[in-house]
């Protein structure tokens, strides 16, 4: 078992829906959770940057931190073409432990 | 451009060659951290250092593979007697030593393996 499970997708949904990504993991000693954006055959792109349990939110994006569920998500309202992308999430277990450890990403479609 | 540079952005190569990579890091940025993503894979981790330090490798990393890092500014990656599994998307980030863990990521190296 992955420490870090992620529905691959595809998911394909109307522009200006809602848009649900999700990520559980195993290793409840992670502290520090991410979400990057990546356009095909591009590096990875940071959106949402968490620390702990909690919701962060940056302009039609929310990212929520469940640690006792181990359970992150993160939102997209009024989807846009552009969103189109593979959404990865990320991990870290604590400051000084610097390594990242990825999701299998979501390939995720915003149909016009 | 301030980010994350990485060259070659493609790299062919028959099976047995030798490759080399080179990033330069976000200027500022003392960490750089090494990353190996395969087709439908999310990133998986390979070393990092501080400055010009090697302080974490990961099993990943076969003795065919060497990182380095020699004035703390731009790194390399070379792997020896490339096999068709190392086929992959190599990618490059790099953070700040400050309390926080952003890593901001090149636009990697495309290795294909024939």
């Known amino acids: 078992q992955k420490e870090v499970e992620q529905d691959p997708g595809p998911l394909s949904v109307p522009e200006g829906a809602i848009v649900s990504l999700n990520c559980t993991y195993s290793n409840s000693a992670f502290q520090y959770f991410m979400w990057y954006r990546q356009y095909s055959r591009k590096g990875p792109e940071l959106l949402m940057y968490?620390?702990?349990?909690g919701n962060k939110e940056d302009g039609r994006f929310t990212a929520q931190v469940d640690k006792s569920s181990k359970y992150i998500s993160l939102f997209i309202r009024d989807s846009q073409p552009s969103d189109s992308a593979t959404y990865l999430c990320a991990m870290e277990l604590d400051f000084g432990n610097e390594k990242l450890t990825f999701g299998t990403g979501t390939r995720l479609t915003i149909i016009p | 451009d301030t980010g994350v540079s990485q060259d070659p952005r493609h790299k062919i190569t028959k099976r047995g060659q030798n490759v080399t990579f080179r990033c330069d890091p976000i200027?500022?940025?003392?960490?750089l951290y090494w990353y190996r993503q395969t087709l439908g894979q999310g990133p998986e981790f390979l070393t990092y250092?501080?400055?010009?330090?090697?302080?974490?490798k990961s099993r990943l990393l076969s003795d065919r593979f060497s990182a380095e890092r020699p004035k703390g500014s731009f790194s390399t990656l070379e792997i020896q007697r490339t096999e068709q599994g190392d086929s992959a998307m190599y990618l490059c980030?790099?953070?700040?030593?400050?309390?926080?863990?952003?890593?901001?990521f090149g636009p990697g190296t495309r290795l294909t393996v024939l």
């Open positions: 250092f501080q400055n010009e330090a090697q302080l974490e």
């Open positions: 980030a790099s953070s700040k030593t400050s309390g926080s863990s952003e890593q901001f």
């Open positions: 968490t620390y702990s349990s």
């Open positions: 200027s500022e940025h003392n960490r």
